[in-house]
């Protein structure tokens, strides 16, 4: 059954991907005088910053004055919700799911999305960020985070972002994945990718669907192959009474 609906945020429920992008290049670019390469920008887009600021072996130092200075033009930029999805989250909170968050950003990095979403923040049960566990995604620490949190089995939620290493999180915790492409085009030819944000409750129902659909095939499985039993049991009753006596 499933129970909790999970999503990613950048590009998922913030369109946040153009202004953080320019933002970290622009911050870097003032203090070290560098300019990130279109591989680099790629990395940033798909890795946790900290994960990302790394592979750049910056100082601590650098670190400090890069960050001084992204939240300096972050401040001039303006992020929201996509358009829909603030419904969606309603919808699905009304229907009794529970609603929760995923996120490679840290701790620091959600307060900004946690701005965004006061309106609808006390949907969400849960806000999982990467610096919560020792390996974010696509390893499966935070899924099973979430789940201890949510007292619920990964099989019972259905996880939504945008990226390769969303999907490739997704499958390392068999969890089911609805690939979100009204911005992020990269998985659009994935099954059940959505370009719009509504098309996200037909999937789940689709799911839903199809996750009774097992549950009753199985029952049905389950109780041809019990009357088989019986009959057989009856059939050699004689043949069983005289080798157990």
């Keep these: 059954m499933i129970k909790h609906i999970v999503f990613d945020v950048d590009r998922t429920l913030v369109d946040s ?9 622009k911050a870097i670019e ?3 005088g560098y300019k990130l390469s279109s591989d680099e920008v790629h990395r940033l887009s798909t890795l946790p910053t900290r994960v990302f600021f790394k592979s750049l072996n910056l100082t601590d130092d650098d670190l ?12 001039s930029c303006h992020m ?15 229907e009794g799911y529970g609603i929760s968050i995923l996120t490679s950003r840290n701790e620091d990095e959600i307060i900004e999305i946690k701005e965004i979403i006061k309106d609808i923040i006390y949907m969400f049960s849960e806000i999982i960020t990467s610096n919560m566990v020792d390996k974010p995604k696509p390893n499966i620490d935070s899924m099973e985070l979430l ?3 949510l007292n ?25 994945f609805i690939p979100a492409c009204w911005d992020n085009k990269e998985l659009i030819n994935e099954a059940n990718a959505c370009t719009n944000p509504i098309d996200v409750i037909e999937k789940i129902n689709g799911f839903k669907d199809w996750v009774f659909t097992q549950s ?29 006596w």
């Design 17 to 25: 991907f153009e202004p953080e992008i320019l933002s970290v290049k």
């Design 30 to 32: 003032t203090v070290k």
């Design 64 to 75: 400090k004055l890069i960050r001084v200075e992204w939240e300096k033009e972050m401040s």
């Design 80 to 94: 929201d919700c996509f358009k829909g999805i603030r419904d969606i989250i309603k919808s699905l909170y009304d």
């Design 147 to 149: 789940c201890r949190k």
């Design 152 to 176: 619920c089995t990964m099989d019972e939620v259905i996880y939504i972002g945008d990226s390769i290493i969303d999907r490739d999180f997704a499958k390392n915790c068999n969890t089911l």
């Design 216 to 244: 009753f095939l199985f029952t049905i499985l389950f109780f041809k192959i019990y009357i088989i039993f019986i009959l057989c049991m009856f059939k050699f009753r004689d043949l069983w009474y005289n080798f157990l």
